[in-house]
């Protein structure tokens, strides 16, 4: 999450100088840097559900009772730090602020902070997370209640407020997370192990396939008991 998060500012950075350069190579390494922020976030917004479903999965119900103040409280006290920063800067630089931005900005929906969308969105996310997993008792209730949160969330975002697209493009990235962390063993492909089986048996790779519910792939090179390759492949 903190690279993803790295690459995102340096994608608005150099993104934004390169779009605006002269020249044919400056002007697309820009857009390209901008592209690639999309990508980073997508990405960010995919290991922070990862994160919190594997916190679920491995500390249970604790880890979610503190989440609200350990995670939800510190985050909302990060925002308030930096709309504070911002007015203070915006009122020296410019003389003034806009007041309604800077309310808006303590809620959801428009911010005084550049790009602070992401800080918003990522409180209601967490949130979201918060009050799903305290009140679903069954893992798959989880996913589907978080899927029917971002469906509103986005549906909010582009017809209710009509935000740009930014506010919530990227926003199933953070099920997809959830996902494939729950079915990890189910998804992932296994690679590179040994088992060893008598002639007759078979039938133990299937079983074994079964048990562990990963896809063996590749090559099966047999060999005898003097481990030596007896050129038979499967």
């Known amino acids: 999450k903190g690279i993803f998060a790295v690459l995102v500012v340096l994608c608005h950075i150099w993104g934004r100088a390169g779009v605006n350069a002269e020249g044919f190579i400056l002007h697309n390494l820009g857009r390209m840097f901008s592209i690639f922020g999309y990508i980073s976030v997508s990405m960010f917004f995919f290991f922070s559900g990862y994160g919190l479903w594997l916190q679920y999965k491995t500390k249970g119900e604790e880890y979610v009772k503190r989440f609200l103040r350990r995670n939800v409280f510190s985050l909302y006290i990060i925002n308030v730090i930096f709309i504070i920063a911002y007015t203070l800067f915006l009122w020296i630089v410019n003389g003034g602020v806009s007041w309604k931005e800077v309310l808006q900005s303590f809620f959801f929906g428009n911010t005084i902070i550049i790009n602070g969308w992401f800080l918003q969105a990522c409180l209601l996310y967490y949130l979201a997370y918060y009050l799903i997993f305290r009140l679903i008792k069954k893992d798959v209730m989880k996913l589907i209640w978080m899927g029917v949160f971002l469906t509103g969330y986005c549906l909010l975002c582009a017809f209710a407020l009509k935000l740009p697209i930014t506010w919530y493009e990227c926003s199933f990235a953070f099920l997809f997370g959830m996902i494939f962390c729950k079915y990890k063993d189910k998804i992932e492909i296994e690679t ?21 519910n990963k896809l063996v792939l590749g090559q099966h090179f047999i060999y005898d008991e003097n481990n030596t390759d007896l050129n038979i492949l499967h």
């Open 192 to 212: 590179g192990f040994e088992i060893e089986y008598l002639p007759g048996q078979e039938e133990n790779l299937l079983e074994l396939k079964k048990l562990t």
